[in-house]
T-cell receptor, first 119, second 113 residues
Framework: DAEITQSPRHKITETGRQVTLACHQT?????MFWYRQDLGHGLRLIHY???????NKGEVSDGYSVSRSNTEDLPLTLESAASSQTSVYFC??????????????????FGPGTRLTVL | EDKVVQSPLSLVVHEGDTVTLNCSYE??????LLWYKQEKKAPTFLFML????IEKKSGRLSSILDKKELFSILNITATQTGDSAVYLC?????????????FGKGTKLSVIP
């Protein structure tokens, strides 16, 4: 079955290290998104991409970067991890090819999340 | 200023109660409103609403959109402990090639036996 996966599911790292979180979807969706979720803030958009070679900054993009070299993957990189980046990170996708419920491009489908702790 | 506002932020009810969750939004370039349920994992899709006054229903859950008053409600009847979750409201604002969703902070629902 088509799906969206994230890895690792849990990660502990130290301040200043570079960290990359992976996101992979098999729906052939054009649109992919990275969010972070923190208590009191809900889901906040970090970066997003509408296709190969396209990347855009979201609401909280400082300290993060993404690259889109193919349709299936949008890795998120923390260039120099900071304690303020301790959070749960979700990847999502949407697209004209539908998803599990085959709805419109409005509906985003979420990966299982990565819990990142920066010490 | 928040573009999507949910209320209440948290709610505790007993099994069998009926609950109503609220979501208000800004009108500019509104395209659609979505509800998600989040247990201790990823948000899962519940409903998408685009037209005013048309109820979407799935079992004990239902939702309706009021585009005049700029809000949506999510109703859950005969609540069960399995309904305990954070319910997220999100709005897609239209624009050239814009597929982003703006999320509210969520309503945490706790259903106690």
């Amino acid at each position: 079955d088509a799906e969206i996966t994230q890895s690792p599911r849990h990660k502990i790292t130290e301040t200043g290290r570079q960290v990359t979180l992976a996101c992979h979807q098999t729906w052939n969706h054009n649109n992919m998104f990275w969010y972070r979720q923190d208590l009191g803030h809900g889901l906040r958009l970090i970066h997003y991409s509408y296709g190969v070679q396209d990347t855009n900054k979201g609401e909280v993009s400082d300290g993060y970067s993404v690259s889109r070299s193919n349709t299936e993957d949008l890795p998120l990189t923390l260039e120099s991890a900071a304690s303020s980046q301790t959070s749960v990170y979700f990847c999502a996708s949407s697209g004209v090819n539908g998803g599990p419920l085959d709805l419109s491009t409005d509906t985003q489908y979420f990966g299982p999340g990565t819990r990142l702790t920066v010490l | 200023e928040d573009k999507v506002v949910q209320s209440p932020l948290s709610l505790v009810v007993h099994e069998g109660d009926t609950v109503t969750l609220n979501c208000s939004y800004e009108v500019t370039n509104f395209r659609s409103l979505l509800w998600y349920k989040q247990e201790k994992k990823a948000p899962t899709f519940l409903f998408m609403l685009t037209s005013s006054g048309i109820e979407k229903k799935s079992g004990r859950l239902s939702s309706i959109l009021d585009k005049k008053e700029l809000f949506s409600i999510l109703n859950i009847t005969a609540t069960q402990t399995g309904d305990s979750a954070v319910y997220l409201c999100a709005v897609r604002y239209s624009g050239a090639g814009s597929y982003q969703l703006t999320f509210g902070k969520g309503t945490k629902l706790s259903v106690i036996p």
